[in-house]
């Protein structure tokens, strides 16, 4: 199964752009880039995925790789609200599954 | 508003009983699952439902048991096989099942140990 690798933590000063990494090495051809955060004691709330080209939504912008080895979440003007833990998952081919791994941890100082 | 409601928000176990944690979504969503979530720890698959009476194994499926006789309902039962069962548990929905449409969350069922 393929998998993801996030660090653990970060930090980003609030109103300043925040680039969260992820690599997915073992990737395969039909698995999509999902993107997830999770505020503390809720559940995951979705935020973006894409399959090849970089996609853009009202809460943030997915950077991939061109060999799709690896992939960006782009928060564009961090806030206060966006603290939270970030999961990079991948879908596997079947649809029926979501592999979550530990995440980043995102602390926004103000 | 359309969701998913997961009941009780809290859950305390006796050693030796099955409790049976609620999850309805009004989303219309075909495809249901149920996550396990340990302190510091990513989620892990349990059961999913693809479908109305079906329902398949996830990745630690022992101790648990579920159920999808509506569309909308799928409850999940920590029985008195599961040794350690302390977690927080999510459920989720997708519009269906073999697609690329996100997942939606409640807001888990935090379940502890007496």
């Known amino acids: 199964d393929a998998k993801t690798t996030q660090p653990n933590s970060m930090e980003s000063n609030e109103e300043e752009p925040v680039h969260l990494p992820c690599n997915h090495s073992?990737?395969?051809?039909?698995?999509?880039i999902h993107w997830y955060r999770q505020l503390p004691s809720q559940g995951p709330e979705y935020v973006i995925h894409?399959?090849?080209s970089n996609v853009n939504n009202r809460m943030a912008s997915l950077a991939i790789a061109e060999d799709r080895k690896s992939s960006t979440l782009i928060l564009h003007r961090a806030t206060l609200r966006d603290a939270a833990v970030y999961y990079c998952i991948l879908r596997d081919h079947t649809g029926n599954q979501f592999y979550f791994g530990t995440g980043t941890s995102l602390t926004v100082i103000p | 508003d359309g969701g998913i409601t997961q009941s009780p928000k809290y859950l305390f176990r006796k050693e030796g009983q099955n409790v049976t944690l609620s999850c309805e979504q009004n989303l219309n969503h075909d495809a249901m699952y149920w996550y396990r979530q340990d302190p510091g720890q990513g989620l892990r698959l349990i059961y999913y439902s693809q479908i109305v009476n079906d329902f398949q194994k996830g990745d630690i499926a022992e101790g648990y048991s579920v159920s999808r006789e509506k569309k909308e309902s799928f409850p999940l039962t920590v029985t008195s096989a599961q040794k350690n069962p302390t977690a927080f548990y999510l459920c989720?929905?997708?519009?269906?099942?073999?697609?690329?449409?996100?997942?939606?969350f409640g807001d888990g069922t935090r379940l502890s140990i007496l």
């Open positions: 894409g399959l090849t």
């Open positions: 073992t990737i395969s051809g039909t698995d999509y």
């Open positions: 989720a929905s997708s519009v269906r099942p073999y697609s690329n449409q996100p997942q939606h």
